[in-house]
């Protein structure tokens, strides 16, 4: 039995990837509010446009991986739309565009917060959404979706959250960013591990396919670590212990360098996905919640 439509591109949106947009406006709207300039409106007009260009990726991604060969019936985990014939790809291409047409709009209404600068900021975010994995030279498929995920993600998304609502910049923003960044980047590096014989085939040269499993395995790690380790240096800079709250998932965390290490089965990775998203989504629920904590 057909699904009904729209289900099948509410799953076409990927819903369990979306904490990657939401975390790091949480993260930025609470460092603001703890300098006493939060800006309810401010900071949902960053949750839409973070939202959207993350589905507008993830559409973009589901369109341009099928035409490069690198979603096949071989191809494990959920569902993708055009791969399974569900989704023409010219629909697939036209919702992509729609959407990151939206996505820019809405950055537009940004400027009357963070000035005109932010023009380029909305241009970059949609052309690099595009370029993950089309183009001529597509980012995923030459082992800088790492890199595109920890700065968008990270770095972009926490430091535009928090200027436009606080007017600066500052080593703060920086400290709470990296965190949220590295974490988003742990979910694309357990999909790239799942998805590591497929995309060889595919010549989708992710770091996993470059650098072997082994070393994915010890970048998980790392990115887990610094993300503990730098809430604990915001807490000593900012005097305020509440930073620290995110230690409290660190038996999440070596539960899944453990999961991680002890197997690769497409089951356990595709729930090991999940929960990476899950725990990003904590990490940065406790992340703010300590910021907002008052210092001692």
Same mark, same amino acid.
């Given at each position: 039995?057909?699904?009904?439509? /729209?289900?099948? $591109?509410?799953?076409?949106?990927?819903?369990?990837?979306?904490?990657?947009?939401?975390? &790091?406006?949480?993260?930025?709207?609470?460092?603001?509010? #703890?300098?006493?300039?939060?800006?309810?409106?401010?900071?949902?007009?960053?949750?839409?446009?973070?939202?959207? +260009? !993350?589905?507008?990726?993830?559409?973009?991604?589901?369109?341009?991986?099928?035409?490069?060969?690198?979603?096949?019936?071989?191809?494990?985990?959920?569902?993708?739309?055009?791969?399974?014939?569900? +989704?023409?790809? *010219?629909?697939?291409?036209?919702?992509? /565009?729609?959407?990151?047409?939206? *996505?820019?709009? %809405? =950055?537009?209404?940004?400027?009357? $917060?963070?000035?005109?600068?932010?023009?380029?900021?909305?241009?970059?975010?949609?052309?690099?959404? +595009?370029?993950?994995?089309? @183009?001529?030279?597509?980012?995923?498929?030459?082992?800088?979706?790492?890199?595109?995920?920890?700065?968008?993600?990270?770095?972009?998304?926490? @430091?535009?959250?928090?200027?436009?609502?606080?007017?600066?910049?500052?080593?703060?923003?920086?400290?709470?960013?990296?965190?949220? @960044?590295?974490?988003?980047?742990?979910?694309?590096?357990?999909?790239?591990?799942?998805?590591?014989? %497929?995309?060889?085939?595919?010549?989708?040269?992710?770091?996993?396919? #470059?650098? =072997?499993?082994?070393?994915?395995?010890? !970048?998980?790690?790392?990115?887990?670590?610094?993300?503990?380790?730098?809430?604990?240096?915001?807490?000593?800079?900012?005097?305020?212990? @509440?930073?620290?709250? &995110?230690?409290?998932?660190?038996?999440?965390? /070596?539960?899944?360098?453990?999961?991680?290490?002890?197997?690769?089965?497409?089951?356990?990775?595709?729930?090991?996905?999940?929960?990476?998203?899950?725990?990003?989504?904590?990490?940065?629920?406790?992340?703010?919640?300590?910021?907002?904590?008052?210092?001692?």
């Amino acid at each position: 039995m057909t699904a009904p439509r /729209w289900r099948i $591109w509410l799953g076409a949106i990927r819903p369990r990837t979306l904490t990657a947009a939401v975390a &790091p406006v949480m993260v930025g709207s609470a460092l603001a509010a #703890r300098d006493g300039r939060y800006d309810a409106v401010a900071a949902g007009l960053c949750l839409a446009f973070a939202l959207l +260009i !993350q589905i507008g990726t993830n559409l973009a991604n589901d369109y341009h991986d099928f035409v490069r060969g690198a979603d096949t019936p071989a191809r494990v985990g959920p569902l993708r739309a055009v791969a399974a014939g569900v +989704i023409t790809p *010219a629909s697939m291409r036209r919702a992509a /565009w729609g959407v990151l047409g939206v *996505a820019f709009c %809405t =950055g537009l209404t940004l400027i009357a $917060w963070g000035g005109p600068w932010l023009i380029a900021v909305g241009v970059a975010s949609v052309v690099c959404a +595009i370029a993950y994995t089309g @183009g001529p030279w597509p980012l995923g498929y030459h082992g800088l979706g790492d890199v595109f995920v920890f700065i968008f993600f990270g770095l972009v998304a926490v @430091g535009v959250t928090y200027f436009v609502q606080a007017a600066r910049f500052g080593i703060d923003p920086l400290l709470a960013a990296a965190p949220v @960044g590295l974490l988003a980047a742990n979910i694309l590096v357990v999909n790239n591990y799942r998805d590591f014989t %497929t995309d060889a085939a595919a010549g989708k040269r992710t770091l996993v396919v #470059r650098f =072997g499993r082994r070393a994915a395995r010890r !970048q998980f790690v790392i990115s887990w670590a610094f993300a503990f380790a730098l809430p604990l240096v915001l807490a000593l800079r900012s005097r305020a212990p @509440g930073c620290s709250l &995110p230690l409290l998932l660190a038996p999440v965390a /070596w539960g899944q360098m453990q999961r991680l290490n002890e197997s690769a089965a497409a089951a356990t990775l595709i729930v090991l996905l999940e929960d990476c998203a899950k725990s990003l989504a904590a990490f940065a629920l406790l992340f703010s919640a300590g910021l907002l904590l008052p210092p001692f």
